[in-house]
C-alpha cells in the first residue's frame, strides 16, 4: 500500500514529491492568473454596465471553484512529467482523460493525507498562531503525501503504461 516500484528511500521520495509539488504549482498558478483575469475583465464589463448590485464574493468564488476543476488535468500532466524526470514509469504522451483521472488521484489521495494537517492546524489558529500551524500542516503533510499519495500516483501511471498491478 505504501510502496513504491522499483523501491525508493526516503531521499528518492523526497525528490520525487518536490518535483511534483513545484510543477503542481506552476499549472495552478498559471490557470489561477489566467482565470482571475478573464474574471476580471467580466467583473469589470458587468459593474460598467450598471450591475452594481453583483456579489464579488460569489464571483470569486466561482473564480476559485473554475481554477481548481481547469487545475485537474494539469495536474496530472504535471505529475506525469515528474515521474518521467525522476526515471518512473510513466506514458510519453497522456490523453486528456488520463491526464484528469491521475489529477482527480491526486486531489483525492491529497485531500486524505492532508487530513491529519487540517486537524493539527486547528488549534493554532484558535490561539491566534494561523502561520505557525500552516507550517506544521505543511511539514506533517510531506511525508504523508510521500507515502499515501505518491504510491497511488505511480500505480495510476503503471496501470496506464498497460502494466498489470
Known sequence: MFEMDPEMD???????????FWRQMAFAA?????VMAV????????????????????????????????????TGDAIRRAFIVQDLTAPRRIDFWSATMLGLTTFGWGIIAGLPGSLVTEPFHKIGHP???????????IPLTMYIVLPRQARRLRLQCGYDE
Open 131 to 141: 502561520f505557525m500551524g500552516l507550517l506544521v500542516s505543511f511539514v506533517i503533510g
Open 39 to 74: 474574471f476580471g475583465i467580466f467583473v469589470v464589463i458587468w459593474m460598467k454596465d450598471g450591475h452594481h448590485h453583483a456579489s464579488p464574493g460569489g464571483i470569486g468564488a466561482l473564480a476559485g471553484l473554475i481554477v481548481a476543476v481547469v487545475a485537474i488535468p494539469f
Open 30 to 34: 498559471l490557470a489561477a492568473v489566467v
Open 10 to 20: 526516503f531521499g528518492e521520495r523526497l525528490s520525487l514529491w518536490w518535483s511534483c
